[in-house]
């Protein structure tokens, strides 16, 4: 394969390069460990990977990677072709026996009988794989590895714990060089520690996985939650409240019991088998069967702030961004099959008008059609991926199609935001279901009084709340915006006698909606100063002599310093104006 300079800045090309650059750096690692054993090496979405079984139980360690990484510069400057070799299954299970790469020789055994059997050399090294790759290792020009990590074989508990080696490689030193900018960037803002430093959530030994909210953390929730309903309410939404736990034979004739049972917990109550939810949308169905509804009642709007669990295996764990409970912003639309389309569009907006609030404008939409294990008739299918084709059409957005990664019910419009640090995240999503009303047998009266079966929306804006959560405060490194800070102004007295006035304004801000609390603290106002910067707090209204006989505020605004006095009525009415903007 051959690839221009230009061609390297593709999907395809990216992928090409990455890929060629982890066979440069699984072959460095041969070389200065001899005896490894080699696991699976892909490119993925911002760089690239390799499994490591290293002799002897060793292990990588940080000071390795310069030295790989200068193998890997003497090998890319040797500028050695990659060179495809088709080989026979069983001599391709001998070569890699002989070379005592049994996860290799694993690998070759679990090939489809069909698939041919490719290997790729450059110089003295030889690998499985599939390719392509460059035309040469010289053709890699910038690259740098990032980290170590350990990694199951396959991702399997069970199986040998490996060593994982991660990097990134790029068409131009000034893209790595921003990558690497970016990726700094983004540990300072990891979620984890911010949330720990700031107040927000904790997790604790006896609970992995499920986050505890501090006071603050519950503060920034409600807020979220608060804009969430008055938003839904004037989109004509209801909201609703299911069960935690429901009869197992529920799971069973929704389909999840056969297609997602792995990711669920179970419970036993009085000899029955009950399931812990992981969703909430059969719960919505058992309250939409539980009365009668007419045309007249379409279409139905029905959110739910549903409480979930879902069975995450302890090494994907990652702060608020991988939890086993979370908070679903569901909703679930019942309609007739000619409002399907109109509600469908009808979603999409208002999905974007709650990222944009959110400082989200790099949205980028991706239609999901329908996957191999699956409920329901290829005729529901062909409606619904139709129904999601004409909305997206309608509204003039563009889109993606991802072939085969529909939900087992229904096909999907996934909605990806970008951050500030250009990282994507797929956060909300809406699905077209024709299977489940069947399963449930659920209907509705036409108008000439015959029963009809409704077409079911599933929606979620946010996704999950608390990942959701995470996201925001990494994009905003923990400065939220004033709406959204869990304290949105610090009251400073400069001394003993301006603490009674200090408390008199943070009552009067509190009385006006705004969240405000005094530091009383024997302290200098330059130490309370740096407290209150380091904790991101978006106004702090320091009070001396001159405040306190004018009834003002000297206020210092973050990222932009003293501002200067001014009344406190006025400070009040124009944080107000800018907590309701919610910009």
Known sequence: ??????????PEGLEVLRHSASHVMADAVMQLFPGTRLGYGPAIEDGF????????GATFRPEDL???????????????????????????????????QDLKVQTVEELPPEEE????????????????????????????????????????????????????????KKELEEYVRLREEAEKRDHRRLGRDLGLFIFFDEGPGFPCWRPRGVTLVNTILEYWRDLHRRAGYMEIRTPLILNESLWRRSGHWDNYRENMYFTEIDEVRYAVKPMNCPGGMLLFRAEPHSYRDLPMRVAELGFVHRHEKSGVLHGLFRVRAFTQDDAHIYCTPEQMVGEVAGVVRLILEIYRTFQFEDVRLEL??????????????????????????GLGLA??????????????????????????????????????PERFDIAYTSRDDKPCRPVMIHRAALGSIERFVGILIEHHGGAFPVWLAPVQARVLPLGEKHRAYAERVARALGDAGVRADADMRDEKAGYKIREATLEKIPYMLIVGDREVEAEAVSVRKRGVGDTGAVPLARFTQE?????????
């Open 1 to 10: 394969m051959k690839l221009t300079g230009k061609d390297l800045r593709s």
């Open 66 to 100: 310069p030295r790989i990484e200068a193998k890997m510069r003497e090998i890319i400057a040797e500028d050695l072709p990659f060179a495809r070799e088709v080989v026979r299954r069983d001599d391709a299970a001998r070569i890699l026996k002989e070379a005592g």
């Open 399 to 436: 889109y993606q199609v991802n072939p085969g990664d529909g939900a087992f019910y229904g096909p999907k419009i996934d909605f990806h935001i970008r951050d500030c640090m250009k990282r994507s995240w797929q956060c909300g999503t809406v699905q077209v279901d024709f299977a489940m």
């Open 575 to 583: 944080i107000r104006e800018e907590i309701a903007r919610r910009s």
């Open 49 to 56: 990977y390799y499994d490591f079984g290293l002799p002897d």
């Open 368 to 393: 999901s059609t329908r996957p191999e294990k699956r409920i329901g008739s290829d005729d529901m299918w062909d409606r619904a991926e139709a129904a999601l084709e004409e909305a997206l059409r």
């Open 117 to 172: 059997v490719t290997f790729y050399r450059h110089g003295g090294f030889t690998d499985l794989c599939r390719g392509p790759h460059l035309p040469s290792t010289g053709r890699i020009p910038a690259f740098k590895l990032l980290s170590i990590a350990g990694a199951y074989w396959k991702g399997d508990e069970r199986n040998p714990m490996l060593q994982r080696i991660y990097g990134t490689a790029f068409p131009g």
